[in-house]
């Protein structure tokens, strides 16, 4: 475990069994993100591929136990891919396909290193495996929006008591100094699973290096899928696309 005082019933979670015997969808939300975000695309990408689906919020997100403290290490998305494992182990999930956006595109690609025992195949979103200026400078954004506009409003609708201290350890953990030098690219090469790499052309928190930087440097099968006049939430800004590009992805997986 994370740690000592970390346990599974602080998480709020969603799943289906409708397929048994059949591999498991597991959704890792961004870094605003939670269960009622991914709206319907779970369980629409479930009856694609006959696949089983799990959804989590992580603690502090959406219906979740709120954070045990807001500071945030270097390392805590290392941890919260420490948490998924935990998370399929308590769900008895042996056979795992990540779908991670940004932050959950990052713990993603850090579990299929950490426990490529479990994991089939990983597709990500606009995840960051460095810090970039466009990434910070999108947060600083991100924080004026927060605080003159009605995106606090927008975001307790999903949050309520937690939405504050989420805001608040994501924007201030990553346009910290100590945070620049944040880098996961040496999980990279102990990723054999295939994976599907996904990034919209003009994500507004991450540059097509990212894409580069994990394609050139995991060891499976790896696809990547560039999206013209797409931003950083591609599952809902072009979502039968992604349906489509998805379900292909896992089908092929499975050998279907």
Known sequence: MPNSSFSL?????????????????????????????WRDFPVLLGNLTRCNVLVYDRQGYGKSKPFDSIERTNDYMEIEADVLNDVLEENKIEKAILFGHSDGGSIALIAAAKYPEKILGIITEGAHVFVESVTINGIKEAIIAYETTNLKQKLEKYHGNNTNDL?????????????????????????????????????????????????????????????????????KEVPELILKQSSNFIKKLIKE
């Open 9 to 37: 019933n602080k998480l709020a979670t969603f799943k289906t069994t409708d397929f048994p015997e059949r591999p498991t969808l597991v959704f890792l939300h961004d870094s605003l993100g939670c269960i009622a975000l």
């Open 167 to 235: 805001f608040w350890a994501w924007a201030k953990t990553w346009t910290t100094p100590t945070f620049a030098d944040w880098n996961i690219e040496h999980f990279l090469s102990k990723i054999s699973c295939p994976a599907l790499i996904i990034q919209g052309e003009e994500d507004e928190f991450g540059t097509l290096l990212q894409v580069d930087k994990i394609v050139n440097q995991v060891n499976g099968n790896v696809e990547k899928l560039i999206i013209p006049k797409v931003k950083h939430t591609p599952h």
